[in-house]
């Protein structure tokens, strides 16, 4: 590889075309990248892809949309990539369950292997005794929060110097604070009511969202707040299984499963909203809740996982022990109400686009360093 020149590859579950806070960090890292001077090119294998790719794509990325075809695909086209691309200096894993794949590919270049690290999936030991045994052989680490960087570092043995934290952004441009859409309101029979929202995927792996806490302190609520709707938007394997437990509950007529929303509609759905709610005990950061900020919906999230992190301890929204349904209804109660305007928290601008394409080209500039370094020896 020319010193003059540094190409990138990176394997990614979900980027573009994709839906949730890793593909989202993904697209935003694949375009910090793009505006990153030290970097030429830059090979992304998507392992899915759920939806079209409508987003604009830079020049620099080469966006192998074929690899999300199924597992035997995606070998296919990263030894393609491998075999015809150009050199490599740097192999990124975007998932941990990726790492095998990932660590071939940088041996197959003599390159510098780093891993991408989010939440509970990388907080203990996988199912993937190969991944385990690759983990503490990485190069560099990529962290989306503190926490996480220290429970992966836990069981991994890797060094926290070798460990960048880098946090989610938000488009500061995009989501701003809107008046309610009355016509969207009608859409899910929210006109008149008082409105908690959360936003994410109904998965029965991943029961960690809060959707269940919020549920089980709801009949409370009703007693005090009787016009109170809980507004569910996402969609996934658990949705039966949640919608029978509010049937169960007999809250039936207070909850509204609006499913999936297209990221075009994302913005209105956050401004129905009276208080955005997210009690989670899994999230290694949680963009939704940055998202919510910035609309300036007022935000509830966990002290217990890397949302206290994505709230900067408290100066984003409030914070809540999931574990205790008292301080969790009491704290919605609150919110709900307060009389304050609708604004957007100036905190919130540590987190914004520009910000996170600094960090990521530092990080990158520190990872072409230390080839060149090796290089030279």
Not at 238 to 254: E, I, S
Request: aromatic content about 8%; overall charge positive.
């Amino acid at each position: 590889m020319k010193l003059t020149e540094f190409n990138v590859m990176m394997l990614l579950t979900d980027g573009f075309g994709g839906f949730g806070g890793i593909s989202r960090f993904n697209k935003d890292f694949l375009m910090a990248l793009d505006k990153c001077g030290a970097v030429t090119r830059t090979l992304a294998f998507p392992r899915i892809i759920r939806g079209a790719v409508e987003e604009y794509l830079p020049e620099s990325l080469v966006y192998f949309r074929a690899a999300a075809a199924g597992k035997s695909q995606y070998f296919w086209q990263v030894a393609r990539g491998l075999r015809r691309g150009p050199e490599i200096g740097l192999v990124i894993c975007g998932h941990v369950h990726l790492l095998p794949l990932a660590y071939m590919a940088a041996k197959a270049k003599r390159a510098r292997l780093a891993l991408i690290i989010h939440g509970v999936e990388a907080w203990r030991p996988t199912r993937y005794p190969l991944a385990n045994a690759i983990a503490p052989r990485v190069d560099a680490v990529v962290a989306v929060s503190r926490l996480s960087a220290e429970r992966f570092a836990n069981w991994s043995s890797v060094a926290q110097e070798r460990i960048f934290v880098l946090g989610n952004c938000v488009d500061l441009d995009r989501f701003v604070p809107v008046p309610r859409d009355q016509e969207l309101a009608a859409r899910y029979g929210l006109v008149g009511h008082r409105v908690i929202m959360t936003l994410g995927r109904l998965a029965n792996r991943e029961r960690y969202k809060g959707f269940d806490e919020v549920l089980d302190v709801l009949p409370s609520l009703v007693q005090k707040v009787p016009n109170i709707k809980y507004f569910i938007v996402g969609d996934g394997d658990d949705r039966a299984r949640l919608k029978a437990k509010v049937k169960q509950l007999n809250m039936t007529p207070h909850v509204v499963f609006a499913g999936m929303t297209s990221e075009a509609e994302k913005v209105a759905h956050y401004g129905l909203a009276d208080a955005y709610v997210m009690p989670s005990s899994g999230e290694g950061f949680g963009i939704v809740l940055l998202e919510a900020a910035a609309c300036g919906v007022p935000v509830i999230g966990s002290l217990a996982d890397g949302s206290r992190e994505a709230l900067l301890d408290g100066a984003l929204g409030r914070l809540v022990d999931p574990r205790n349904p008292k301080m969790l209804t009491d704290t919605i109660l609150n919110v709900l109400a307060s009389d304050a305007p609708r604004r957007r928290p100036e905190a919130i601008a540590a987190f914004g686009v520009t910000e996170f394409q600094a960090k990521a080209c530092r990080w990158t500039r520190q990872q072409a360093e230390a080839i060149h370094d090796r290089a030279a020896a």
